[in-house]
């Protein structure tokens, strides 16, 4: 079993910078990739950015040059951080992550962007 813990979700208003974090513990063997995705109510569930065990990284297109993502392969921490933000980014992030036993996800954390 593999185990996520979420943290950074709030209220921001629109220009501001918010920082998530993941941190995965338990079994984690073979780290394929680990990233976040968000949904936003009556919507289905997209990639916001992940990053693989070799370093690449992959960016869904309404967030590039805004957000980054990186990974503390130490700490088995991924973190998401996120500027400009605007009000369309506003939903649930989730952490996922990919390993030999198959793929995990956290429990999320809300992100709203308002004035």
């Known amino acids: 079993q593999v185990q996520l813990v979420e943290s950074g979700g709030g209220l921001v208003q629109p220009g501001g910078s918010l920082r998530l974090s993941c941190a995965a513990s338990g079994s984690i063997f073979n780290f394929y990739s680990m990233g976040w995705y968000r949904q936003a109510p009556g919507r289905q569930r997209d990639l916001v950015a992940r990053?693989?065990?070799?370093?690449?990284?992959e960016y869904g297109d309404s967030v590039k040059d805004r957000f980054t993502i990186s990974r503390d392969n130490a700490k088995n921490t991924v973190n998401l951080q996120m500027n400009s933000l605007k009000p369309e980014d506003t939903a649930v992030y989730y952490c996922?992550?990919?390993?030999?036993?198959?793929?995990?996800w956290g429990q999320g954390t809300q992100v709203t962007v308002s004035s």
């Open positions: 990053i693989t065990s070799g370093g690449g990284t």
């Open positions: 996922r992550i990919r390993v030999t036993q198959g793929i995990y």
